[in-house]
């Protein structure tokens, strides 16, 4: 099965600071690759799909990059909302695989 | 409105077997491959299953290979994991998601609030 690396486990940031979260993989996935924000109790929600689409209804602030083995989650302001943990998911082929996740907190 | 509400959760005793159940509404189910994901307490995000529009193709994580089946019945627009031999390590919250549709794209768009299974004796 193909494994997503994913870091930093977590970090402690600021409103409006800038937030960079990464995923590689352990081969080549090309661009298939979905981004996920999951607050506690809560299911999962899709934020950025195919490495870099940004789902309907997402803010623009999220943005995702990458292709191949390296992918970046980027929050360019973070906001009090966006305190929670994210992780990286594989669609490349199954079994699907996702990243350790990332628990962003208040600073 | 799409909704994706799972039942049949609960505690059972190891090597005891459960089936839970996701109910689809909102959308038009047939079409789309839908797939389980769990999360064990207090950790991250599992894959466990996905199964095809016509119940064809299934695909499984390999830690529930061959204890784990699942399947869908598109005319009752539900989905299902038959769970057998349970394990402690198998206790989780169990999240169905719709997956794949007609835009092309692999990706887990709508998500049930889940339901717990707890494994022990």
């Known amino acids: 099965a193909i494994q997503m690396t994913q870091s930093p486990s977590s970090l402690s940031a600021s409103v409006g600071d800038r937030v960079t979260i990464t995923c590689r993989a352990s081969?080549?996935?090309?661009?298939?690759v979905g981004w996920y924000q999951q607050k506690p109790g809560k299911a999962p929600k899709l934020l950025i799909y195919a490495a870099s689409t940004l789902q309907s209804g997402v803010p623009s602030r999220f943005s995702g990059t990458g292709s191949g083995t390296d992918f970046t989650l980027t929050i360019s302001s973070l906001q009090p909302e966006d305190f929670a943990t994210y992780y990286c998911l594989q669609d490349y082929n199954s079994p699907r695989t996702f990243g350790q996740g990332t628990k962003v907190e208040i600073k | 409105e799409v909704q994706l509400v799972e039942s049949g959760g609960g505690l059972v005793q190891p090597g005891g077997s459960l089936r839970l159940s996701c109910a689809a509404s909102g959308f038009t189910f047939s079409i789309y491959w839908m797939t389980w994901v769990r999360q064990a307490p207090g950790k991250g995000l599992e894959w466990v299953a996905n199964i095809k529009q016509d119940g064809g193709e299934k695909n499984y994580v390999d830690s529930v290979k061959g204890r784990f089946t699942i399947s869908r019945d598109n005319a009752k627009n539900s989905l299902y994991l038959q769970m057998n031999s349970l394990r402690a390590e198998d206790t989780a919250v169990y999240f169905c998601?719709?997956?794949?549709?007609?835009?092309?794209?692999?990706?887990?768009?709508?998500w049930g609030q889940g339901t717990l299974v707890t494994v022990s004796s």
């Open positions: 081969q080549g996935i090309r661009n298939d």
């Open positions: 998601a719709r997956d794949a549709g007609p835009s092309g794209y692999d990706l887990l768009d709508y």
